[in-house]
């Protein structure tokens, strides 16, 4: 079940951030996409993480504290999302500050509303199947910029939230 | 009167080329396989992480490979020496931003049958030629 929050996050995420900014996209495997990946989706290679593109790092996963004895316990999962630039080249890097300052807000705004409907993504065929459950998550929390020479990066922080599911018998 | 370019550097350049090959070969260099992703527009499941794309392994030879793995370590980490000259007559590639991209691209190396991921890729260059790239792979 939490394989289906992690998947629905993700494509809420990315479905809006290519109705927000269509032109933010990256190139993966010669496939042209909107610019966020899941880190642990992607094939291993060793080159460098790709730019101005958000990547999705799932983090720890827990019961909420005060509602961990219900019969669905509340769970937390934490996602952290990184993303970094280098500025262009016709700004000599100027304007990495700027386009670091546009990647946060298009962050801010794809994960307004919190919430998604869970959708089952792992059968290959057919319609993904919706179990009927909600998925909310707070705002993101800005991390502090990075700067490493040219490149300029921040990662922010999601904490995610959905019911689980009673456990048959 | 323009004068001609000196040809000098030139032919160092190309002369270390055939020359780190030759060497290559003389230490008894083995042969490596370098596995690379093919393009292939998997959608929504390549996303997910439910599909992967088909690969291709590419034969590289003469590699010289050195073990660096620490003792007592159980992450065998090893060296492998690829000239430049290789690299331009199996794959056309002669650039040394194009040789990069191809091996950080590289889903692994195959080594005695082994799969090895590429850590880092160092350059050798002589008069401005590469002529050897150093890599560093492990388990």
Request: with cysteine; glycine share 6%; net charge negative.
């Amino acid at each position: 079940m939490m394989q289906a929050w992690k998947d629905s996050f993700y494509i809420a995420l990315r479905d809006r951030l290519a109705a927000r900014n269509p032109e933010r996209t990256v190139r993966v495997g010669g496939e042209e996409r909107p610019a966020i990946v899941v880190a642990e989706n992607e094939l291993v290679a060793a080159a460098s993480p790709l730019l101005e593109c958000f990547h999705l790092n799932w983090k720890q996963a827990a019961p909420v504290a005060r509602l961990a004895d219900e019969p669905a316990p509340l769970l937390q999962l934490v996602c952290s999302i990184s993303y970094a630039t280098e500025g262009s080249d016709e700004l000599n890097a100027q304007d990495r500050g700027r386009v670091l300052a546009a990647m946060d807000a298009e962050l801010l705004d794809i994960c307004r509303p919190g919430r998604t409907e869970v959708e089952d993504f792992s059968s290959l065929e057919g319609p993904p199947f919706a179990p009927g459950q909600t998925l909310f998550w707070s705002l993101p929390v800005f991390g502090e910029i990075q700067h490493d020479g040219r490149r300029a990066s921040r990662t922010a922080t999601v904490e995610l939230f959905a019911f689980s599911e009673r456990s048959a018998g | 009167m323009t004068t001609a370019p000196n040809a000098e550097p030139i032919n160092r350049g190309l002369a270390a080329q055939r020359a780190a090959e030759t060497l290559l070969h003389t230490l008894g260099g083995t042969s490596i396989y370098v596995r690379l992703p093919l393009d292939s527009a998997l959608g929504e499941a390549g996303e997910l992480g439910l599909a992967s794309p088909a690969t291709e392994d590419v034969l590289l030879a003469p590699v010289v490979v050195r073990n660096l793995t620490a003792p007592k370590s159980v992450r065998v980490q090893l060296e492998l020496l690829v000239a430049a000259a290789t690299l331009a007559r199996v794959r056309e590639i002669y650039a040394v931003g194009d040789a990069l991209d191809f091996f950080n691209n590289a889903l692994g190396v195959i080594q005695r049958g082994k799969l090895f991921r590429v850590d880092s890729v160092d350059v050798d260059e002589f008069s401005g030629f590469p002529y050897l790239y150093r890599l560093k792979v492990s388990e």
